[in-house]
């Protein structure tokens, strides 16, 4: 660990083997109080010692700033962590064997530590000399000076190194309390998770187990399902995994190396780490036994406390995200079941084509209250062909009490229109507005209530429009108008106004088209932009079949959140007069 830990202050000082100038500074210095032809600022990297600093070293060596350790004195200065002073090298049994004397002419050396805030020695300033040499006290002392004031140069960029990490992992908390408190479902809340945590320093990694009283099982990025994943898709609670020993005894696990993966867990989890290429790893377990996140990186890591922290309270959030997804979902689903069983099996009638579509919000809680239903009327006479109903509504709102405030409207819209003798659309829009006076039926609702007649080999279309999106109707020709004959009231916002029935002609292979909202209205656009976008999709589809159709109106809306349901319903005549 002491070591990983000398590693991770080297990287934190961010110097390698690439000239560096306060370094060469270093160097230069040493050159000219102690005359010497060669100094060097050189750290010990795990397989290598690099020269940020450095004057008078002969080539290749002064392009590469770095030798391997086979040419190495400095890692006897870190080894022993006391200086290496030596008159002739080659008579000294811990250096005459080193390929640094033919190489790099080093025969004479002096070498002081370069040493971190916590004591630690990162590497040497070192004075070299081609010949044997006596070095004196003053010499060792000024040497002994500059090398004091290089560590106090390392310690100051390693310091704001950590103050960096510091802001920036503040600042990616307060990124992660935002941005995974609108994750929408699992995926989602996954797929946020690891796009949070990019870059060099960030996790090469992360990746979420729940509890399902079994053991674990992983939550995949649909988007980017790697192999491993899939292949160990879940966890029994006594597997040799660090998440399931996380899991299992409800502590964080650190495993910060490979070493340590191997020692103490199964050859298993050693493979499944290696296949993704990952070194180190942090796992934590969620609040209430919910599961484990885990955090891991490509090479060993140094868990600093306040990274800890930070990635403790992101688990945190993880967990309230999970709690909210899962209830949400379940909410969600018992909602869509409840609106699906009441959405209307179109029926089929001579002489007109349907097509209907739902699509619930992606963007919210709670599915909302939109429907469309189509049913036809007793014949009257009996020997006649019945006349269809048509509507489209939405009610005020977007949880499980809209949806069930929809089917009891919807319900209602047809006792009224059943009950009618002129099966008026506007009276049985009347008879709604007196329910919502007595019945606690919530704000309101908007609606467009239809009738269509066959009439001597024709279709009548008469409607009654309470406050909602004007229908489009698209003539054989290709144009598409708007009825926009309405009333502005809402259901619900009675004021003793009548409600008024509308008429109009539907010649043969025009295309009748009741909508929601939720398919022209977009956050921050005028809707009536977005009537008249669909309108043109209306005019250039409008003679294909109607599922083409309503694949063309709904393009796009099932790529990106949607804060409201959609309903849609299409009807073409296709038998009656031109």
Known sequence: MGELKRLEAMRLAGLSAAA?????????????????????????????Q??????????????????????????????????????????????????????????AYAGMPLTDADGQVLGSLCAIDHVPREWTADELQDLEDLATACSVELRLRIATQLMRQDRDHAGLLLRASVELAHSRDLADLIRRLRSLFQGPAEPTFVGLLLADGQGLWRVLDPDNVRPVEAAIDRLDLEA???????????????????????????????????????????????????GVLTWCWSRPHVLALTEK??????????????????FVANRLSTAEQLQAAMLTDLPTVPGLEMAALYLPATDQDMVGGDWYDAYQLPPHPPSTQPALMLSV???????????????????????????????????ALDAVDRSFDVLPL????????????????????????AGHPPPLLRTPDGRVSALGEHDLLLLGASSGLARHDHTHDLPRDSVLLLYT???VERRDDDIDEGIREKASVLAAHGDKSLSLLLDALSHGLRDSPQRDDVAVLAVRVTQGER
């Open 309 to 326: 922290a930070v990635l403790t309270a992101a688990a945190g959030f993880v967990g309230q995200a999970v709690e909210r997804t899962r």
């Open 442 to 465: 919530g704000p309101g609702a908007t609606a467009v209530h239809a009738r269509l007649d066959p009439d001597g080999g024709r279709w009548c279309l008469t409607w009654s429009n």
């Open 50 to 107: 690099v020269f940020p600093g450095m004057v008078g070293l002969a080539e290749p060596w002064a392009a590469r700033r770095e030798t391997p350790l086979s040419h190495s004195f400095c890692q006897h200065v870190v080894v022993d962590g006391r200086p290496l002073v030596l008159s002739d090298t080659r008579t000294d049994p811990r250096t005459c064997a080193s390929l640094a004397i033919p190489d790099l002419r080093v025969i």
């Open 240 to 290: 040799r995994f660090p998440s399931a020993q996380a899991m299992r005894e409800q502590r964080t696990v650190f495993v910060p190396d490979h070493e340590a993966l191997v020692a103490g867990y199964s050859t298993e989890a050693v493979a499944g780490y290696d296949s993704l290429g990952l070194r180190s790893a942090l796992c934590v377990p969620l609040l209430g036994g919910r």
């Open 393 to 427: 509504g939405d009610i005020i709102g977007h949880d499980i009490q809209a949806a069930a405030v929809m089917g009891q409207v919807r319900s209602m819209l047809r006792q009224a229109s059943l009950d009618h003798a002129t099966h008026s659309p506007a009276a």
């Open 517 to 519: 909202d939720g398919l």
């Open 20 to 48: 560096d100038r306060g370094m060469d500074r270093f160097a230069r210095l040493v050159t000219r109080l102690l005359h010497v032809p060669v100094s060097l600022v050189s750290l010990l990297e795990a397989d290598r």
